[in-house]
C-alpha cells in the first residue's frame, strides 16, 4: 500500500466489513399482489358437492335483450334470427324475420345531429354503434331524456303495430351507425299480411299481471267490502333453473430437493414458493369472479341491468342511474382505480367531491353513501385513443337475494390458511424435483337479477383543466 492510499483510507471500509457480516433478507415481494377487496366484501356460501342451483319465479314474459348485430360501418347488418331480441318479433317466422333484416336500412350520424324530429315518419331503430338518446317534452314544454341507448339497443317497436306511435326526438350523442326500419317500408313487407301487425303489437305487450322482470305475481285483491270472489292463485318457479359449479384455478408447483436440503435458512424455499404461487392464484381466483364468462359478475349481468354512460367519462348522474336500478339495499361500487380517479375528477369539476370512508382500515370514496371499492380485475382496454372500462353496483347476501360467494371448504389436503384450496404433495421424479399439486376453487352467484348493475362504456383518461 502507496503512503498516499494508507493515509487515505483511515478505517476498514464498508465493502470489506459486509464480508464478516451477515445480511437481513426480506421475503420476496410481489407487486402484482393486490388487497382483493372483492373477495373480502362477498360474504361466502359453502357447498356440499360443487354445485349451486339458484330457484327462481317462472318468467312468462323475458324482458327485451339487446339485438346482435354485425358492426362494419355502412355494410352493418343482423341476421334474422337475432331481429328475436325485438319483443315485437320474438314470435315472427324465420323466413319474414330473414326478410325484414335484409330490408333495413343503413344510416351513419355525426355527434349532436337530430336524426328524427319527433313529427316524421315513424321509426324503428338499432343501434350497430355510438349511442342516440330519445327526447320528449314535459307538460311545462321543457325537454327531457326518455332513454340512452347505446350498441344493440332497439327504440320504436311500437312502429310494427296497426296504429303505429309517433316516434320521439332522436338525437345522437356520439357518432352513431343505425339499422333502420320505417313504417312506410314495413308497409311494403306486410301489404298482404295484416295478422302480421296484430301479432306483433299483441307479442310486444307483456300479459297482465307480469313484472318489469317477466315474473307472473301473484293475483290479488284489497280494498274491497263484503262478500266477494277472492281470487285463487299459485306461485309457478323455474322449470329449469340455472345451477353455477365451482370455477377451479390450478397448477403444479416444483422444487428441486438440493434447494429445500440445504438453502433454507433464513427463509424456508419451499414455504416461500407455496405462499407466492398461492398469491397468484387468489389474484386469478378474484379476476375469474369477475370476468369468468360461465361464472363470473359479468357474465351474469341481466342486460337489462347494463347502460352505457352518455358522454364515457363517469359522472355523478351515472352512478346515481345505476343506484336507481340497484336500489334495493346497494352495498358498494366495484371499480378499476382509473375509473375511481376518473369519477373524482367528474366529481370534482362540478364542486361535489364525494366523501371518505374507513373500513378494513382502509379510505374509500363513496356515491350516496355506498362505497366505491377499487379493484385492478376490472380491464381498461386501452386501444386506440380511448381507455375504457367498466363499473358494477352490487347488492350483496343471500337473505338480501343478492351477489354471494361460493366455496367447498374442506376439502381433502385443505391449506388451513385458505379456504377450498387443495395441496396435494405428487412425489419426487428422477431428477429429484418434487411436485405440488394446487386447486383453489370458488365462483360467484347472482340470486335475483336486479341485485348488479354495470355501467359500460367508461372512459377513464378524460382530464380538466381548472382555473
Known sequence: MTEQAHLTQQSLSTEAARLLANTTKSAPQYIGSSPRWLVQFLPWRALEAGTFRINRLRVTAPPARLVPVVD????????????????ALQYVAEDFLATM??????????????????TGEPRLVIVVSGKIEALDRDPHGISVRRALLGPGS???????????????????????????????????????RADLRVACEVARQPPPGVNDF?????????????????PRTFVDYDHAPREIGLNLVQTVLQMHTRVTDIYNSPHDQLDQQMRLTVEGMRERQEWDLINDPQTGLLGQVAESMRI????????????????????????????HPRAIAAFGRECTRRGVPPPTVQLHGSPFLTWRGVPIVPTD????????????????LLRVGEERQGVIGLHQPGLPGEDPRVPSMSIHPM????????????????SVAVMADDAVAVLTDVEVARYHDYD
Request: hydrophobic share 40%; charged share 20%.
Open 72 to 87: 362494419q360501418g355502412a355494410e352493418s347488418s343482423v341476421t334474422g334470427s337475432a331481429l328475436r331480441s325485438v319483443p
Open 101 to 118: 333484416a335484409d330490408a333495413l336500412s343503413v344510416e351513419q350520424h355525426s355527434a349532436g345531429e337530430q336524426i328524427h324530429d319527433g
Open 154 to 192: 332497439h327504440l320504436g317497436q311500437e312502429t310494427l303495430d296497426v296504429e303505429p306511435a309517433p316516434t320521439p326526438v332522436i338525437r345522437a350523442v356520439t357518432p352513431v351507425t343505425l339499422l333502420v326500419m320505417t313504417r312506410s317500408r314495413w308497409e311494403s313487407l306486410t301489404a298482404d
Open 214 to 230: 317477466g315474473e307472473r305475481v301473484p293475483d290479488l285483491q284489497s280494498g274491497h267490502e263484503g262478500e266477494v270472489d277472492v
Open 308 to 335: 352505457p354512460t352518455r358522454l364515457g367519462a363517469p359522472t355523478p348522474d351515472d352512478f346515481d342511474e345505476m343506484l336507481s336500478l340497484v336500489w334495493k339495499e346497494p352495498a358498494f361500487f366495484l371499480a
Open 377 to 392: 380485475k376490472l380491464a381498461v382496454d386501452a386501444r386506440g385513443a380511448s381507455h375504457r372500462t367498466q363499473v358494477l
Open 427 to 442: 412425489g419426487i421424479n428422477q431428477q429429484a424435483v418434487g411436485s405440488y399439486l394446487l386447486s383453489l376453487y370458488s
